[in-house]
């Protein structure tokens, strides 16, 4: 039965029972020829592979294991190897789908947040087409707020998650064991915040105000605190997608929000924040974590930044539909 559980659940299993001595499946050769096949997925005909004492340190093991393991690869029909001497060993061909079944791939899941806008759903769009040149399953998960998802990669229930350049950024910081994969910075991931208020002679956050911002969305949150400073202000905790309506309701006197359709109704004023503060915020990033072999290589093969760019202004524009399932 194909297992599907997430790549980083699976690998981090399978590295329990490949280092455990007394388990009956152990076999150190196999761990090596896995290792070196998700290595390699990344990689392309005419690329050089990583030198024989690099494989030696990666893996762990010895020079006559990692030479066992490319022969396995080249037996299979994973890779054709050619040597040049002092410039090293290149891939002279290449069959990925082989590669990701000696790599024991066979699912591959991420999460963004909830395409409520056109912008998320090109995004969505983008990055699912982009996936569909990959020879596994690839599934999307749709949660809200960047911090859910990053405790659920901390948790290694997906494979990446996608969140801001700017929320990348701060939990790369809180978390050393994450790292940016990479930057889609020719695509968006939000509008531009503005500042939402009822009155049309309040064009900033004033003391005594009551204002709404989600804990767990860090952008808006961030935003937020950096716009209260130094005011006597008391911050509603509430989830984004529905921060507004408590603004809309007055429950709140205003919401840091993108800028959307809904702060077109009559007595809303969208005051704009300085685009400076807030730039990192408006460019998606993808997440991994950096105990999930490979996959960093892996994305970056098949989500070219252009391409989904691409692909997300034809739907924010009209001339294709969301297609992200």
Known sequence: MTDKRPLAIRFHDFLASAT????PQYKKTWYVITAIARILIGASAGDRI?????????????????????KHLQDEGGVCLLKKGKMGTFISAIDVPALFRLGNLNFITGSMPTPLTLILAG??????RMMNDCPVPFTFAFVQAAENRVDALLRRVYDFVVVSEKSAQ????????????????????AKPY???????????????????????????????LNLCQGK?????PCAFTTSHALFSSGAVDAVVFNNDEWMRAP???????????????????????KDNLAIGDILRKYLRDSEIAQMQADVVEGRAQAQYF
């Open 20 to 23: 455990d001595m007394n388990n």
């Open 267 to 289: 007595g809303i004023y969208a005051w704009p924040l300085p685009i400076a503060d807030q730039r990192d915020s408006l460019r998606p990033c993808v997440l991994i974590h």
């Open 170 to 189: 701060v939990h790369v910081e809180r978390h050393p064991e994450l790292a940016a994969a990479t930057a889609l910075s020719a695509s968006l991931y």
């Open 50 to 70: 990583p030198t024989l004492q690099e494989l030696v340190d990666f893996t762990g093991s010895s020079r006559g294991l990692v030479q066992n393991a490319l």
């Open 194 to 224: 503005v500042l939402c208020t009822r009155d049309p002679s309040v064009s900033e956050v004033k003391d005594g105000m009551k204002m709404a911002a989600d804990p767990k969305s860090t952008d808006q949150y961030m935003l937020t």
């Open 232 to 236: 006597n202000v008391e911050i509603v």
């Open 123 to 128: 995004l969505a769009t983008g990055i699912c």
